[in-house]
């Protein structure tokens, strides 16, 4: 059982940063790809980026690329998304989620996460 706490959402200008953190319970941490993913008021949730166990691994989606970096604290059990250039669109409530997987390409699906946060408001505004 891996419990995911987030933290760090609020309201930005546009252009902004802010930076998410998501604390993970237990000691198996490092079993687990991380991933953060988003949900728009009205629209479905959808991947944002993730964190292969390693590290070694991060894809992110085309929206977010060159803006968002994730990142682990395996000594921490804590993963962070730093969000830079903050657009109006980016507002949405964010995910924290865990996948007991190694498998990197299946990363960016809502299936492979059994565990998930309770979410963080980002609200950029124009």
């Known amino acids: 059982q891996v419990q995911l706490v987030e933290s760090g959402g609020g309201l930005v200008q546009a252009g902004g940063s802010l930076r998410l953190s998501c604390a993970a319970s237990?000691?198996?941490?490092?079993?687990?790809?991380m991933g953060w993913f988003r949900q728009a008021p009205g629209k479905e949730r959808e991947f944002v980026t993730a964190?292969?166990?390693?590290?070694?691994?991060?894809p992110y989606a085309d929206s977010v690329k060159g803006r968002f970096t994730i990142s682990r604290d395996n000594a921490k059990n804590t993963v962070y998304l730093q969000m830079n250039s903050l657009l109006p669109e980016d507002t949405a409530v964010y995910y924290c989620?865990?996948?007991?997987?190694?498998?990197?390409?299946?990363?960016?699906?809502?299936?492979?996460?059994?565990?998930w946060g309770q979410g963080t408001q980002v609200t950029v505004s124009s």
């Open positions: 989620a865990a996948a007991y997987t190694g498998v990197n390409s299946i990363l960016h699906r809502e299936s492979a996460y059994a565990y």
């Open positions: 237990g000691r198996t941490f490092t079993s687990y790809a």
């Open positions: 964190i292969s166990r390693s590290g070694s691994s991060t």
